[in-house]
């Protein structure tokens, strides 16, 4: 049986009747805003209502937001599109169990496999819990936030 990592929060909360929704919490949860304010974001970057999106659609959204691509990991297929897409060397694969106690400090939002989750000061804010085995694809830090104007 496979450790859990519990998330220490469920951070916002989400729209009723609303999944998928992962892009939208993490970036909420990382920022600090509101749900409905990160929702309507993304909705402007093409995100469907109870539908995912794709990292190429709201990664940009992010980096305008001030989260910064820090590192990618390992070669799943995310890594290896990630790394090449925006160019940035790939580092050896790391679980969410091991990355963890490097993140004691600042704003993330980590990408695995098929979901994306913030951590804030080490801290998992997330809707549900992740295996602790979860490997780690792409790292950005929250480096510089942008001012956004509600509307």
């Known amino acids: ?48 209502p109870r539908h995912g999106m794709v990292v190429s659609d709201w990664q940009p959204v992010y980096e305008r937001l001030g989260l910064k691509l820090l590192s990618v990991h390992g070669s799943t297929k995310g890594a290896r599109f990630v790394s090449h897409k925006y160019n940035i060397e790939r580092q050896a694969g790391i679980t969410l169990e091991k990355i963890l106690p490097r993140l004691r400090h600042g704003r993330y939002v980590l990408k695995v496999r098929g979901h994306v989750l913030a951590v804030v000061d080490g801290k998992v804010l997330d809707y549900g819990n992740n295996l602790a085995g979860t490997r780690v694809a792409v790292v950005y830090k929250l480096e510089k936030q942008a001012v956004i104007f509600d509307k």
């Open 1 to 48: 049986m496979s450790t859990v990592i519990k998330s220490d929060s469920k951070g916002v909360e989400r729209f009723q009747g609303e999944e998928n929704d992962c892009t939208v919490r993490a970036l909420a949860n990382a920022l600090g805003m509101p749900y409905k304010l990160s929702h309507g974001i993304l909705a402007k970057a093409g995100r469907k």
